[in-house]
């Protein structure tokens, strides 16, 4: 799968993709991060991305020249499996069963706000798709797009060392986990500063454990969640 970034700050990605299974999946030729400066897409020498707001108001708004041109130029051809997606406080919300479905694409194109948004012409003839990671306001899209980006790849089949770890995981309703929060986990050493681990999860009794595990994360989601529980 590809994913492409659209940003004027594209520095902002040095670090969010060079670490632990996003990498690992990059190295391993199961996914593309490719990162595009909005500014290449500017005609005039001071690559101008922001104007004033029609109407008047606070701040700037991303033009929408240069994103339509950047999109334009990077598929010259839109094809159903390629997604323009604009990252935006009012857009749907974000979870896992979105990112489910982005693993359905080949290629996702991110689009990062900045100022105030991004001309709604965008969102209206550009993006097939604007979404918002959670009910607060980030300074810009680049933080929210790198959210999707490690959300989704790590969904995509062999991303994950062992296949079926996601199906575990909290909101998958995929697996056991039926949309729940995930159940809690411990390690060694079986006792720590006088707390003892459950001592179901010592007996080897594979069918027990499933259920306590079971137990453990509805009980987790009705305490921190229980609007997960409808
Ligand atoms: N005036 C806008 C906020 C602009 S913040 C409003 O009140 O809705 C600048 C940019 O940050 C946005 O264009 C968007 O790309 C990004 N952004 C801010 N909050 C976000 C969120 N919760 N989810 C996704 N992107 C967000």
């Given at each position: 799968m590809i994913f492409h970034v659209?940003?004027?700050f594209p520095e902002f990605f040095e670090g969010p993709f060079a670490h632990g299974v996003v990498k690992r999946g990059k190295d391993a030729g199961l996914l593309d991060i490719r990162i595009h400066n909005l500014r290449e897409w500017t005609s005039d020498r001071h690559k101008t991305v922001d104007d004033r707001p029609f109407g008047g108001g606070e701040g700037m708004v991303?033009?929408?020249e240069p994103l339509f041109a950047a999109v334009e130029s990077i598929w010259p051809e839109r094809q159903p499996e390629r997604k323009v997606v604009l990252l935006s406080a009012s857009g749907r919300s974000f979870d896992q069963a979105v990112a489910n479905s982005y693993t359905r694409e080949a290629e996702l194109l991110l689009i990062c706000g900045r100022y105030e948004g991004v001309d709604e012409r965008v969102a209206e003839h550009l993006a097939d798709d604007e979404i918002s990671i959670g009910n607060y306001v980030l300074s810009g899209g680049e933080l929210a797009a790198?959210?999707?980006?490690?959300?989704?790849?790590?969904?995509?089949p062999g991303v994950l060392g062992n296949e079926t770890s996601a199906a575990f995981d909290s909101f998958q309703d995929t697996g056991h986990g039926e949309g729940l929060l995930d159940c809690p986990h411990w390690t060694r050493p079986a006792e720590f500063r006088g707390w003892k681990v459950p001592e179901v999860l010592l007996n080897g009794n594979h069918e027990e454990i499933r259920r306590f595990r079971k137990k453990l994360a509805r009980e987790k989601t009705a305490r921190w969640r229980p609007d997960l529980l409808v």
């Open positions: 659209l940003t004027i991303l033009k929408p790198a959210v999707v980006i490690d959300t989704v790849a790590r969904l995509i």
